[in-house]
């Protein structure tokens, strides 16, 4: 049986109220319809009911008009896959990690769908900028951090942390998904709160 969330004010006066009875996995979607208005929110029949305020983004395996295509590589092109050392990554940092050019030069359809759907499974996202001059545009797949990773990606990180787990990561995906490039951005600077 589905458990609904239902919502009651406990207290409220001055410029405060409490609410009680938002289930755990309604609360962040009632924390961004406030900070963010991502959500329509509203009580109706006692229960509450989420609606989100923007339109999904296209799919980016439906979106045919936003395939890449690529020539086949040459063998030259395809044996400079590297790894490379992660000298500046500690225990506690969380590197981002960011692939272009999905398929590379094993471009097609299939294929495309096919990593694209492994990268999803992974937890990684699908970010493109508007088309510019020419109708060009940029895509990245993007995970913000290795404590996003979800399927495969996340059972191979395992228990590592820092290095490890980014080194697990880097070669797990180099050895699943066909891309261009994969960069491991390593936070430099943050606002902190006091």
């Known amino acids: 049986m589905e458990t609904e969330s239902k919502p009651r004010i406990v207290m409220h006066g001055g410029d405060s109220m409490t609410i009680d009875g938002i289930l755990h996995e309604d609360q962040q979607k009632v924390l961004a319809s406030f900070n963010a208005g991502a959500y329509w929110i509203r009580v109706k029949d006692g229960n509450l009911e989420i609606v989100p305020s923007w339109e999904n983004l296209p799919d980016p395996i439906k979106d045919k008009k936003m395939l890449p295509f690529w020539r086949k590589a040459t063998v030259a092109e395809t044996a400079q896959l590297k790894l490379f050392e992660l000298e500046g990554v500690h225990e506690n940092d969380s590197p981002s990690i960011s692939i272009q050019s999905l398929c590379g030069y094993s471009y097609s359809p299939e294929n495309y769908q096919f990593l694209a759907e492994k990268l999803e499974s992974y937890g990684f ?9 020419g109708a060009r545009y940029w895509e990245i797949w993007f995970l913000p951090g290795l404590w996003a990773a979800e399927g495969d990606l996340k059972e191979k990180i395992g228990r590592h942390k820092g290095k490890n787990a980014m080194k697990a990561a880097t070669s797990f995906l180099a050895q699943n998904i066909e891309f261009g490039t994969l960069d491991v951005s390593v936070q430099r600077m943050c606002a902190v709160l006091d």
């Open 125 to 133: 996202q699908c970010m493109r900028s508007r088309r510019g001059a």
